[in-house]
């Protein structure tokens, strides 16, 4: 068992910044994926972003592209997501999530993980 805890969360205004992070803890895994997920209210849980084992690839949903940078370090076993530019379109629950499957495709379904945080809020005032 994997277990993600996720904090940063917290309420900003538009144009601002916000670093979420991402830890985990219990079973290692290697080769494995970590992403981000979100959730707003009355919506569907979506992708955000996807960082790879080694962090050397990285995949974005068409709408953060640019402002939003994932990244992990291994020795801490934690996830970040650098959140910049901050549109109040971007609130949600924000949730990490693993997977220890190897993969060739990026995943960005919600099936395609197998572990989950519990989520941490984000709120973006205008």
């Known amino acids: 068992q994997v277990q993600l805890v996720e904090s940063g969360g917290g309420l900003v205004q538009t144009g601002g910044s916000l670093r979420l992070s991402c830890a985990a803890s219990?079973?290692?895994?290697?080769?494995?994926?970590m992403g981000w997920f979100r959730q707003a209210p009355g919506k569907e849980r979506e992708f955000v972003a996807a960082v790879n084992w080694s962090g050397g690839s990285t995949h974005y949903a068409d709408s953060v592209k640019g402002r939003f940078t994932i990244s992990r370090d291994n020795a801490k076993n934690t996830v970040y997501l650098q959140m910049n530019t901050l549109k109040p379109e971007d609130t949600a629950v924000y949730y990490c999530?693993?997977?220890?499957?190897?993969?060739?495709?990026?995943?960005?379904?919600?099936?395609?993980?197998?572990?989950w945080g519990q989520g941490t809020q984000v709120t973006v005032s205008s």
């Open positions: 219990g079973r290692t895994f290697s080769s494995a994926y």
């Open positions: 999530a693993a997977r220890q499957r190897r993969t060739v495709v990026v995943p960005i379904s919600l099936a395609s993980y197998d572990y």
